[in-house]
């Protein structure tokens, strides 16, 4: 069965320094999805793509938050410089499409900044 | 705006007893609702689903029945398991834009034997 791969799972990081983290969607899935997840809440959307281009970024903190899908493929999210508050869970998500398509979700990122 | 409440845990039941998480949401269009489970260490996985009111989605044994009158999306299943144990999020996605995914926090589900 097709999966979304998230890489690494678990990243442990101090401030100041930058982290990158991958996803690869599952083949055929023009649409790409970054949630974040803190301790004891619900995902949020941080950025979507449809194919190699960003949809939504309005929540994305543009400040140290950066994503990117270069060939429309995988994608990979960094963040520079991490902050004792962006520790989370970093989930990535795709979709066949862009309306009303069920959103397949990777394992997901553990990021803790110390 | 969109937004999703969702009934506050950890809720612990044991095997065989009735489960029901209450969902409700606020939506500025005609959203499609979702219940997705997160399993220990895993990543999320839509359990059901409904798209227009008076929809009942199914799986497992879990029900939701998509009720616009009291825009509610309750989570049941008549008979829990300990493999049920697990994180539950109801979600609506709004269809007037792109499909973006609005949670709830999330209830934590444990059944002890």
């Known amino acids: 069965e097709a999966e979304v791969a998230q890489s690494p799972r678990y990243k442990i990081t101090e401030k100041s320094q930058a982290v990158a983290f991958w996803c690869d969607p599952i083949s055929g899935h023009a649409t790409l999805y970054w949630y974040r997840q803190i301790l004891g809440q619900g995902p949020e959307l941080l950025v979507q793509?449809?194919?190699?281009?960003?949809?939504?970024d309005s929540q994305l903190p543009k400040d140290r938050f950066s994503a990117e899908r270069l060939k429309g493929v995988d994608s990979t999210l960094k963040i520079q410089p991490a902050e004792l508050g962006d520790s989370a869970m970093y989930l990535c998500?795709?979709?066949?499409?862009?309306?009303?398509?069920?959103?397949?979700f990777g394992p997901g990122t553990r990021l803790t900044v110390l | 705006g969109n937004s999703v409440t969702q009934m506050e845990g950890p809720v612990t039941l044991s095997e065989e007893a009735f489960l029901t998480i209450n969902c409700t949401y606020t939506?500025?269009?005609?959203?499609?609702l979702f219940w997705y489970v997160q399993y220990p260490g895993e990543g999320l996985q839509l359990l059901l689903k409904a798209t227009k009111a008076d929809d009942k989605g199914s799986n497992k044994g879990f029900e939701a029945t998509y009720r616009k009158e009291t825009t509610s999306f309750h989570l049941e299943k008549g008979s829990v398991q300990v493999s049920d144990s697990a994180v539950y999020f109801c979600a609506l996605s709004d269809q007037t834009g792109a499909n973006n995914l609005f949670f709830g926090t999330g209830t934590r589900l444990t059944v002890i034997p």
């Open positions: 939506a500025t269009g005609y959203p499609s």
């Open positions: 793509f449809q194919d190699e281009s960003v949809v939504d």
């Open positions: 998500a795709s979709s066949f499409g862009e309306v009303n398509n069920e959103q397949f």
